[in-house]
């Protein structure tokens, strides 16, 4: 039986060498796997290319799913595109061999799984952060299950589905929008799938630690309503998150950026093109423990 074959997307800025050095060092040593890989350079022509990759220089910043839209699509473009994307982060790291064969796996066995998502840990193989778990009930960061939202950066997702929906959400630039794709793949009548049991590794940093991570955090929450919610729903939603964002702001010291967010996502708020879900989805995702309000 021939090995799954998988398309990988590696978004790169060139900022931070020896991570994306050793991110595709334990890129190329997966087995049981037929690779084919997408280097884009965000922004920039990428310097650390493995032998027979694609290459994208894109001439300006398009943030990070721009970016992974491009390399899905020179992928595509470029012949007989592979049923599973794979999405790396230039600074995650497999700690083993067999960890895309696993997750492939794990596809295999769930055909109805738009995405499969590993749990995604320190290099010290253990810690996860509670924003890394991709449900409710996030601190046992151990048991698997149905999610409907995704870890962006190391994600595995069928190419079918994920072309459907249009990609990533561009216009987010950064931020949500794992939660803006995993709710248009739902919408398609697929689930996605957290298989805790396969680990993959991250530094542990703070989103805190980037300047506008207040206020494209806050705009985009508004975006993702009203992108993706249908109408009667919007006002509940942001009422929801309007509460935890400012909660959380003045905990952080943060109330002026998210202010200016939040307003710049209201008066902004047609950017995205709309693409409310069905009520039957809002049901789906609602029985599967996390309504689209949450």
């Known amino acids: 039986m021939p090995d799954p074959r998988i398309d990988v997307v590696l978004l790169t800025m060139n900022d931070r060498p020896a991570e994306e050095a050793a991110a595709q060092a334990t890129l190329l040593a997966q087995t049981g796997v037929d690779l084919r890989i997408c280097v884009v350079g965000n922004g920039c022509e990428p310097q650390i290319v493995p032998a027979g990759a694609l290459t994208v220089a894109l001439p300006e910043n398009l943030g990070i799913p721009g970016g992974r839209n491009a390399g899905a699509e020179a992928l595509h473009t470029a012949g007989d595109p592979a049923d599973l994307l794979f999405f790396l982060d230039n600074d995650a790291a ?48 151990q048991r698997p299950g149905t999610i409907t939202t995704m870890t962006e950066g190391v994600v595995l997702v069928r190419r079918k589905p994920f072309d459907a929906a249009g990609g990533w959400a561009a216009e987010l630039f950064l931020y949500h929008e794992g939660i803006a794709l995993a709710q248009q793949l739902w919408d398609q009548g697929y689930t996605g799938w957290y298989a805790a049991e396969v680990r993959m590794h991250h530094p542990v940093t703070s989103p805190d630690r980037h300047a506008l991570f207040h206020r494209y955090s806050a705009r985009n929450r508004v975006w993702v309503a009203y992108r993706n919610l249908p109408a009667p729903l919007i006002p509940a939603y942001l009422t929801v998150w309007t509460v935890i964002t400012l909660a959380r702001a003045m905990r952080r010291g943060s109330v002026r950026e998210t202010l200016c967010g939040m307003r710049e996502g209201w008066a902004r708020r047609h950017v995205p093109a709309r693409r409310p879900l069905s009520w039957h989805t809002v049901w789906r995702m609602t029985a599967a423990g996390r309504p689209p309000l949450i």
């Open 94 to 141: 497999f700690p083993r061999p067999d960890i895309l064969a696993r997750l492939a796996a794990e596809a295999a066995r769930r055909p109805t799984a738009a995405y499969v998502q590993p749990r995604l840990t320190g290099p010290d193989d253990a810690t996860t952060p509670r924003r890394w778990v991709p449900r409710l009930r996030a601190s046992d960061p």
